[in-house]
């Protein structure tokens, strides 16, 4: 069975790790500058025949410091790329990544299978019910700068958050089964805590998760600005993730070198202990 329904009743591919190719359709992307937003059918299609499962699709820059845009704007960048897309691909699950209810909303009735909200409120709860599409919930803590003097222990803070977004969900009427979770990698939080939950992964809700630290800042940290190094740091931490077998979708640039990355890993996971 699959973990969770496209309205469009476009199946999601079963079993192991998955795959989310990211596409950005915007200028100031942190991390490709807007390199792809002329060529989304040629570059969608690089990521497929690299073993994409499914495409992430973004109009508005998440990066710290980027610019806010408007609604109209942000669905100006994403109308068109997305209706191509869809027409050109029409098997491939894709995801609108953006915290906009009304943009989500024209998107999924555009023929969007996902919704991937950073921000999570309970307006997006209310579309993705009425959609029933599935929802990836994100811990955001960016306006929470000093929560760890303010509430404790990360990991519990954490812990609290999340539940109150699931059940705010859960109230709103989206379905369980629906629901998929981001730690959110990067969202107002210092390395230190991005490792602590990559640590930890195991631990969190026994829901689907959705893992996104694909050229981050805590692997610039470690690694450098390369962005060569910063995907072999990406694929590192996917081998991690996916032989844990906790992360259920891996959010990557570059989609090639996280395949093999997992196929590997889960190839160890999987061997049978030797027999005498």
Same mark, same amino acid.
């Given at each position: $069975? %699959?973990?969770?329904?496209?309205?469009?009743?476009?199946?999601?591919?079963?079993?192991?790790?998955?795959?989310?190719?990211?596409?950005? !359709? #915007? *200028?100031?992307?942190?991390?490709?500058?807007? $390199?792809?937003?002329?060529?989304? +059918? /040629?570059? +969608? @299609? /690089? $990521?497929?025949?690299? @073993?994409?499962?499914?495409?992430?699709?973004?109009?508005?820059? #998440?990066? *710290? @410091?980027a610019e806010k845009i408007s609604e109209e704007e942000e669905w100006g960048r994403l109308s068109k790329p997305l209706e191509l897309l869809r027409r050109e691909f029409p098997e491939i699950p894709i995801s609108v990544d953006t915290y906009k209810p009304r943009v989500a909303c024209a998107a999924v009735n555009l023929g969007a299978d996902m919704i991937n909200d950073v921000v999570s409120s309970p307006e997006m709860f209310e579309v993705a019910a009425e959609l029933q599409a599935p929802l990836v919930i994100t811990h955001n803590s960016r306006e929470r700068a000093n929560f760890p003097e303010k509430f404790g222990n990360f990991g519990e803070f954490f812990m609290s958050e999340m539940e109150l977004k699931i059940s705010g969900a859960l109230?709103?009427?989206?379905? /369980?089964? %629906?629901?998929?979770?981001?730690?959110?990698?990067?969202?107002?939080?210092?390395?230190?805590?991005?490792? /602590?939950?990559?640590? %930890? !992964?195991?631990?969190?809700?026994?829901? *689907?998760?959705?893992? @996104?630290?694909?050229?981050k800042s805590c692997l610039r940290a470690l690694v450098g600005e390369k962005v060569e190094d910063l995907d072999d740091a990406t694929a590192a931490v996917s081998s991690i993730a996916a032989f844990g077998g906790n992360v259920q979708i891996l959010r990557v640039h570059n989609v090639a070198k996280n395949v093999l990355a997992v196929k590997v890993a889960e190839r160890i996971r999987d061997s049978r202990e030797w027999t005498k």
């Open positions: $069975m %699959n973990r969770w329904k496209s309205p469009h009743g476009r199946p999601f591919p079963e079993a192991r790790c998955l795959i989310m190719g990211i596409l950005n !359709l #915007t *200028p100031d992307s942190f991390s490709d500058g807007g $390199m792809f937003l002329d060529r989304a +059918v /040629e570059r +969608v @299609g /690089e $990521m497929i025949s690299e @073993g994409a499962d499914i495409i992430d699709v973004g109009a508005e820059s #998440t990066r *710290p @410091g109230e709103a009427g989206v379905r /369980e089964e %629906n629901i998929i979770l981001d730690p959110g990698i990067g969202f107002g939080k210092s390395a230190e805590m991005n490792f /602590e939950l990559l640590r %930890n !992964l195991g631990r969190y809700f026994g829901k *689907p998760l959705l893992l @996104g630290v694909s050229r």
